[in-house]
């Protein structure tokens, strides 16, 4: 069942939505995806039967795993999020101003600003984190492609 098929609902998933969306209609076995992310299958299952929530360490570590198709799926299955920032900010159905950097950075901020107020303190500590390591990262990667390094490395 693809995501955009009339039986996919609901209209504005939730991330935990579209997973059990992603998991059911990609066939993929809870005990496999658990294999792949290190996260242990009963966690995955409490999340989807609404049980529990997950980090998003834990999240993040569950949608690395996802192939290419499988997160594709995914993403797909969280297409109603856009609407549902479309009608926050109805300036965003005005295709000029979504291809403008500066105003696609001021969405993401009042996403972000949205999303981290309704986090608890260990998602927020968890979100810091990945922005730290994400930074971290970035900044390995300018300085490995960095001429400058390589002369000095020869």
């Known amino acids: 069942m693809s995501p955009m098929e009339p039986g996919f609902s609901p209209a504005r998933p939730s991330i935990r939505d579209a997973l059990n969306a992603t998991i ?7 005990s496999e995806l658990s294999q792949r992310s290190k996260v242990p299958a009963p966690a995955i299952s409490r999340f989807q039967n609404r049980h529990r929530e997950l980090t998003t360490r834990v999240l993040h570590q569950i949608l690395q795993a996802l192939s290419a198709e499988e997160y594709h799926y995914f993403l797909e299955s969280l297409k109603g999020g856009a609407d549902l920032l479309e009608d926050a900010e109805p300036a965003l159905s005005d295709k000029r101003l979504r291809d403008d950097r500066d105003f696609q950075y001021a969405a993401f901020r009042a996403l972000v600003s949205n999303f981290v107020a309704s986090c608890d ?30 002369k000095a490395k020869t």
């Open 24 to 30: 059911e209609g990609c066939n993929i076995v809870v």
């Open 121 to 150: 303190a260990e998602q927020f500590e968890d979100l810091l984190c990945l922005m730290a390591d994400s930074r971290r990262s970035a900044k390995n990667r300018a300085q490995s492609a960095d001429p400058e390094d390589e």
